[in-house]
């Protein structure tokens, strides 16, 4: 049989954490008026909450410490998950954007490892705005690309209508009603500057390439694009209403 797994307490996070700050010059306490940890170097007040598991729960706790002090570190034991993925650089943001600090502890057979993830401090909202600039212009972009409101917030395991996808039902509808087409042709349609890589990149399987500089509509992309006979009616209805010519 399998060694069984040690059961761990919070309390188990407690002692590499005390010697570490002690090393660092600070008189620690544990249990201190409702503080799991509490550590003095001259007037620098430093507070460490101690849970097992991060929660709600736990960064209200640490929060309302932030009253108290500026340094104050919330410590888990090191996810059995990894440190490179996704789920984790999104709770050391949710920290920083906190501005508390994260430590880890990582228990093993002969000894245990405390780890500062990083400090409190202050979060520098503008210069997350600037480094999130690509994504921002991106919600507008997809906004701006969009015909109507097709798709309910919050929805799971539904279809999703992109800009994207309008575009190319855009074009399917010029294809199906027309013909065969240039892209020239269908940007002169108002089907947009991404025309001509959504036919030859054609993801969806909806287009097919006629003869050079030339584009039909699959079987697949009728089918497909009358799914969606809203949005198709709005563009079909937008040929119907337009005096643009065809090269």
């Avoid at 570490?20 to 306490?29: C, E, I, M, S």
């Avoid at 245990?112 to 507008?140: A, L, V, Y």
């Avoid at 089907?191 to 699959?218: C, M, P, S």
Wanted: aromatic content about 8%; hydrophobic content about 30%.
């Amino acid at each position: 049989m399998g060694k069984e797994k040690t059961k761990r307490h919070e309390v188990d996070l407690y002692e590499p954490i005390e010697h570490y700050f002690t090393k660092q010059g600070y008189n620690v306490h544990g249990e201190v008026n409702h503080c799991d940890l509490a550590a003095l170097k001259g007037d620098e007040l430093l507070i460490v909450e101690l849970k097992l598991t991060l929660n709600v729960e736990l960064l209200i706790q640490a929060t309302k410490r932030q009253r108290l002090t500026e340094f104050v570190y919330i410590a888990i034991p090191t996810p059995a998950y990894s440190l490179r993925s996704k789920k984790w650089k999104d709770i050391c943001h949710l920290m920083r954007r906190l501005e508390l600090g994260l430590i880890t502890v990582s228990f093993r057979e002969d000894d245990t490892e405390m780890k500062i993830i990083h400090e409190p401090g202050p979060f520098d909202k503008n210069k997350s705005r600037r480094q999130s600039t690509k994504k921002r212009n991106g919600i507008f972009t997809e906004i701006e690309g969009r015909q109507g409101n097709y798709n309910v917030g919050g929805s799971t395991q539904t279809k999703i209508m992109t800009a994207y996808k309008e575009n190319c039902i855009h074009i399917a509808c010029c294809l199906e009603h027309f013909g065969p087409l240039t892209p020239k042709s269908l940007r002169q349609m108002g089907t947009g500057e991404k025309t001509l890589a959504i036919l030859t990149k054609n993801y969806n399987g909806w287009f097919e390439k006629i003869r050079r500089g030339v584009y039909g509509i699959t079987e697949k992309g009728v089918n497909e694009f009358k799914e969606n006979p809203q949005i198709a009616d709005f563009y079909i209805q937008s040929m119907m209403d337009s005096s643009s010519y065809i090269d």
